[in-house]
């Protein structure tokens, strides 16, 4: 496997390592009782992207090349402490950008037909992330009308 589809893939285990739910697994909000169901969208989300961090993973290992996670956005730092709802938003924003970032690697992949439809399957996932991201937003529009 070529160095430049190695290099993409680690950026695509990174989108998926260090994405705004991942993050909220350790900066946990302030969620009010009867609340958990955007706690619960969070955290499948995470746990769906674990899976495919793993995924990935190994095709940069049996490529005889290193995993790079990378790091948390600096920006995540002052997202503690915060109302679920406000983190719910947050979270829609960031989806949408982690989405255009993993369009982006699809097209950079298309050299690398395994490596591209890892990508692809991605990015469905993270549409779908998306899709219950904005459901969660709309749910709380509805209950603050």
Known sequence: MKADVIHWLNRLLAIHCRSFPQ??????????RGRGQ????????ALDQDIMSERISRMVVDADALP?????????????????DYVILTAVRYQEQDVAAIEHLV?????????????EESLGMAKGHLDTLREQAQSIAALKA
Do not use: N, S
């Open 23 to 32: 993050y909220m697994r350790w900066a946990r909000p302030h969620v009010p």
């Open 38 to 45: 955007e706690i619960e969208a969070l955290e499948a989300i």
């Open 107 to 119: 097209e950079r992949l298309h050299t690398a037909p395994a490596a591209r439809a890892l990508a």
């Open 68 to 84: 790079r996670t990378g790091e948390f956005p600096m920006e995540f730092t002052d997202l503690h402490d915060l109302d679920i």
